[in-house]
């Protein structure tokens, strides 16, 4: 049985201190010691100290959203992996569609960071995805069989089991459209399917894949119900505690 993780990536919101460490406190308050799911903050790179001040001796963990795969030099404005494990970093997100969109960045360069990421101590959630246009042309599989392939590329059957897949279709982030849960599901299900082919059942039945794409309160029961999906990425609804608290609620496991 898979434990559910919920993941909330803050992106380029709630840095200020004072937001964060709020923010942070509301979700402590109600399941800073939960062991019925796993719940990760992901906020901007300014708030992992002050958030990791506020979860210490929680059950809640911290992420980075992104990392360069370099562990220090002349690598202006990118963050090191040491640096977000010296913030009490565990997770970090990579090939966000955000980064492969705006940034330009490729398989081969996350596969690197994931690599980098699993030599340094961090546990890589790894997102994936099709745009609209992708869907629309019928090229969701291919697509995240694409993603899947690059981003996995010379992993180790253990690191697969140990690490974050988020699926996440571009066209649901930030949108408010969601995909169906037999939609979701049945992407899920592909994907799963694909690492069993990859490596084999048993890391198929491990690995942890979450659902990413304007999950709130009110669609995370039926979303996280369905069999092949592990939790959630959550972006907007995980700015406010009691929205994401909401999703926690809902999510079958508490
Ligand atoms: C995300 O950014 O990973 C995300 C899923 O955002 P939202 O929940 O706002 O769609």
Redesign the pocket.
């Known amino acids: 049985m898979r434990k559910l993780i919920i993941a909330g990536?803050w992106?380029m919101n709630a840095g200020a201190a004072s937001e964060a460490t709020g923010l942070a406190k509301g979700v402590l308050a109600k399941y800073g010691q939960s062991d019925a799911v796993d719940i990760v903050f992901c906020p901007p790179f300014t708030a992992l100290r002050e958030v990791s001040a506020v979860i210490q001796g929680s059950k809640i963990a911290l992420g980075g959203q992104n990392m360069y795969p370099k562990a220090g030099g002349a690598f202006t404005g990118e963050i090191s992996p040491l640096f977000l494990k010296d913030c009490g970093c565990a997770y970090v997100i990579l090939g966000?569609s955000e980064r492969r969109t705006y940034f330009k960045e490729s398989n081969e360069f996350i596969n690197e960071k994931v690599k980098f990421a699993f030599e340094n101590g961090l546990i890589p959630i790894l997102c994936i995805g099709e745009t609209e246009q992708e869907r629309e042309a019928g090229k969701t599989e291919a697509v995240v069989e694409d993603h899947l392939r690059g981003g996995l590329a010379g992993l180790t059957p253990e690191q697969v089991k140990s690490m974050i897949i988020a699926y996440?279709p571009v066209w649901?982030?930030?949108t408010g459209k969601t995909a169906t849960p037999e939609d979701a599901q049945s992407v899920h299900a592909f994907a799963r399917g694909l690492i069993a082919k990859l490596y084999d059942d048993s890391v198929a039945r491990t690995v942890r894949i979450q659902y990413?794409?304007?999950?709130k309160a009110d669609n995370a029961k039926e979303l996280l119900g369905q069999p092949d999906i592990d939790g959630a990425?959550?972006?907007?609804?995980a700015l406010k505690a009691d929205s994401f608290n909401g999703i926690i609620d809902n999510s079958g496991a508490v």
């Open positions: 990536n992106k966000h996440e649901a982030i930030g990413g794409g304007s999950v990425l959550v972006g907007g609804a």
